[in-house]
């Protein structure tokens, strides 16, 4: 099984930056699809970004192309989110996830293992 944990968020000017971490624990780390997801107040859980086990598929939901990059470092066994020029509608709690396999990575319900959040609150 694998666990994961959150951090790194905070509270950011618009336009500032955020970086935030996810530091899995269990076997077979390399061997998992991971992924972004945010839960914005008062709206359904997102789709932010997506990483394949060893890195060489990635995927972005339009909102965050051109800002955000997602990255792992499989020797770790952790992943990161670069939240860079951050906005308003940014503010949500970000979720770290994992997938075990035949993988659609926008799709939530293909993640089986869920971290427990950190909030980004990003004021204007």
């Known amino acids: 099984q694998v666990q994961l944990v959150e951090s790194g968020g905070g509270l950011v000017q618009a336009g500032g930056s955020l970086k935030l971490s996810c530091a899995a624990s269990?076997?077979?780390?390399?061997?998992?699809?991971m992924g972004w997801f945010r839960h914005p107040p008062g709206k359904e859980r997102e789709f932010v970004a997506a990483?394949?086990?060893?890195?060489?598929?990635?995927a972005y939901a339009d909102s965050v192309k051109d800002r955000f990059t997602i990255s792992r470092d499989n020797a770790k066994n952790t992943m990161a989110l670069q939240m860079n020029s951050l906005k308003p509608q940014d503010t949500a709690v970000y979720y770290c996830a994992a997938a075990p396999g035949g993988w659609s990575p926008r799709r939530p319900e293909w993640y089986n293992t869920w971290g427990q959040g950190t909030q980004v609150t990003v004021s204007s």
């Open positions: 269990g076997r077979s780390f390399s061997s998992y699809p």
């Open positions: 990483i394949s086990g060893n890195g060489g598929f990635i």
